[in-house]
């Protein structure tokens, strides 16, 4: 532990929280409801980070999330386009919003 924090002098605290942060992602002793629940959460959380940078730095941005578990997380689908990217999905892959996103489910 000393050694890391030596090594990472600036920025040992900043990785062991999103270390801690990461872990909430591959848990996978929660209900159905909790998953959904966290899913929503960590949605809503990109979203306004992906808000932000938009806004700040101009940059244009789409991604797509999925659960995890196939059979529990069957429900667990977003895609969201920042407004400079809005009609990336349909011009890129000719597929509208709920497509990729069963196309990205397809490869978890």
Not at 84 to 97: I, K, L, S
């Amino acid at each position: 532990y000393e050694l890391f924090k030596k090594e990472y002098r600036d920025t040992w605290q900043d990785i062991l929280i999103k270390f801690e942060e990461s872990t909430q992602y591959t848990e996978t002793g929660k209900t159905i409801a909790q998953r959904q629940q966290l899913f929503n959460k960590s949605a809503k959380r990109f979203t306004q980070l992906l808000v932000a940078l938009s806004k700040a730095h101009g940059i244009e941005m789409a991604f797509v999330m999925a659960g995890s578990i196939v059979n529990q997380d069957a429900s667990l689908g977003y895609a969201y386009t920042t407004p400079g990217a809005e009609d990336f999905f349909m011009e890129r892959c000719h597929a509208d919003t709920d497509t990729i996103i069963g196309h990205f489910k397809a490869h978890i």
